[in-house]
């Protein structure tokens, strides 16, 4: 309240007395009016494409965690407005622009692809809107051009791959190739599978790739036998990655298929077969015995009809994170100092198991070893332990 306005008030208080006071009183502030309106959340995410069952399957889990919270979240009632991303790198500005601009959301949450990341990096990195990133892996966004309106619910590209780069060396492989879309994610992942495999005194030959999303494998397939490795690592996922799994096994190659997880998640069902004895390493995993985990894949499997992957665990961690953060200032996200301090803070009991916000505000996790068998992605080990991204570059470090 301005000097102005509180000499106002008293003049008109002593002039109408107790029934004028009580009528200043019931005046809501300004506060209360913006607390009274819904949060608007954006959610920038693949309605279509080769990503569109990761973009749905993250949009029903944070629809199953906003119902466990009773339809609010640090007491504010939450306006959803959805957006299409397409995976389409070359409109992600104007897209982030229209959730941020226009439709002047508080919070966005978003997105799948690294390189639609990009695009909206750039716009809420100038517009500083909190961001939640609930997959995408590129590690700019939590390294070099991290920023303290940007958090991630998922993972760094480096962080799965990295672990199965353990993995494989562990299990006494010496000579790897990595196949995957030429794009960050499957650059970053090889690069992580690379550090590790090579620090383990393996060696790595040149990356077979070809561009995302296409699904012309054979070119690829065709070269393996002639490499002389002994095992062969990828990144694919959604669309591309049910159809790479099954042509690989339809080739007959001998060599063992491993990779990040994203290879077999959400997807043994449509490889069937040939997706047997495959192993991933991953931040999540089937059969994870805790009690987060169970009441999450129930109320997810309730909701959706289907079963929870690491995509649903992802966007319901983006919602557990949200409520961290918005629980810490009643629902005041201009109370930038005390959402972010919380949010930093945040400490989550996630379905994937606990976790946390490395300095750089990636997540700091298990990476699980698992096996596909009958259908589900087993945990066999843990590839790395709590690992965090190096967040090499992060100024916030
Ligand atoms: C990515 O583009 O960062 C990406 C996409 C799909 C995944 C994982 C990472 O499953």
């Keep these: 309240m301005t000097a102005a306005t509180k000499q106002g008030l008293s003049r008109r208080i002593v002039i109408a007395r107790g029934a004028a006071l009580a009528a200043a009183a019931s005046v809501p502030s300004g506060w209360a009016i913006a607390q009274a309106k819904p949060l608007k959340v954006g959610l920038m995410l693949p309605y279509s494409g080769t990503f569109a069952k990761l973009g749905e399957n993250i949009t029903v889990a944070i629809e199953v965690l906003i119902a466990e919270k009773g339809g609010k979240l640090g007491g504010r009632e939450l306006q959803?407005?959805?957006?299409?991303?397409?995976?389409?790198?070359?409109?992600?500005?104007?897209?982030?622009?229209?959730?941020?601009?226009?439709?002047?959301?508080?919070?966005?949450?978003?997105?799948?692809?690294?390189?639609?990341?990009?695009?909206?990096h750039k716009v809420v990195s100038e517009s500083g809107t909190l961001t939640i990133v609930p997959n995408a892996g590129n590690v700019a966004v939590t390294r070099a051009l991290c920023a303290k309106n940007v958090f991630r619910s998922s993972f760094t590209n480096w962080q799965p791959a990295y672990g199965m780069g353990v993995a494989a060396i562990q299990k006494g492989y010496k000579k790897a190739v990595w196949v995957?879309?030429?794009?960050?994610?499957?650059?970053e992942s090889g690069a992580g599978f690379k550090e590790a495999f090579e620090m383990g005194g393996g060696q790595m030959l040149p990356d077979l790739?070809?561009?995302?999303?296409?699904?012309?494998?054979?070119?690829?397939?065709?070269?393996?036998?002639?490499?002389?490795?002994?095992?062969?690592?990828?990144?694919?996922?959604?669309?591309?990655?049910?159809?790479?799994?099954?042509?690989?096994?339809?080739?007959?190659?001998?060599?063992?298929?491993?990779?990040?997880?994203?290879?077999?998640?959400?997807?043994?069902?449509?490889?069937?077969?040939?997706?047997?004895?495959?192993e991933t390493a991953l931040h999540y995993g089937d059969g994870l015995d805790n009690a987060k985990n169970i009441a999450f894949r129930e109320a997810f499997k309730d909701k959706a009809g289907r079963d929870a992957d690491v995509y649903a665990v992802q966007g319901y961690d983006a919602g557990q994170l949200l409520a961290v953060g918005l629980e810490a200032v009643n629902g005041n996200v201009d109370d930038e100092a005390n959402l972010y301090k919380a949010l930093r803070a945040a400490r989550i009991d996630s379905p994937r198991g606990p976790i946390s916000m490395s300095p750089a505000q990636n997540v700091t996790q298990n990476i699980y070893l698992r096996k596909a068998e009958g259908g589900q992605n087993k945990v066999i080990g843990i590839a790395a332990e709590n690992l965090a991204d190096p967040g090499t570059g992060c100024k916030l470090v």
Aim: include cysteine; charged fraction near 15%; charge should be negative.
């Design 80 to 120: 959803i407005i959805k957006l299409d991303d397409e995976s389409k790198p070359e409109i992600a500005p104007q897209n982030a622009d229209r959730l941020v601009k226009r439709d002047q959301v508080d919070v966005l949450i978003g997105t799948v692809h690294s390189g639609v990341q990009m695009g909206i």
């Design 180 to 187: 995957t879309w030429d794009y960050a994610a499957g650059a």
């Design 209 to 278: 790739s070809l561009p995302f999303p296409q699904t012309n494998f054979q070119p690829l397939l065709a070269q393996i036998p002639g490499l002389g490795v002994d095992v062969v690592g990828a990144f694919f996922a959604g669309g591309g990655a049910v159809q790479f799994v099954k042509e690989y096994a339809a080739a007959g190659l001998k060599v063992p298929l491993c990779g990040s997880g994203f290879l077999t998640e959400g997807t043994l069902e449509a490889q069937g077969a040939a997706a047997e004895g495959i």
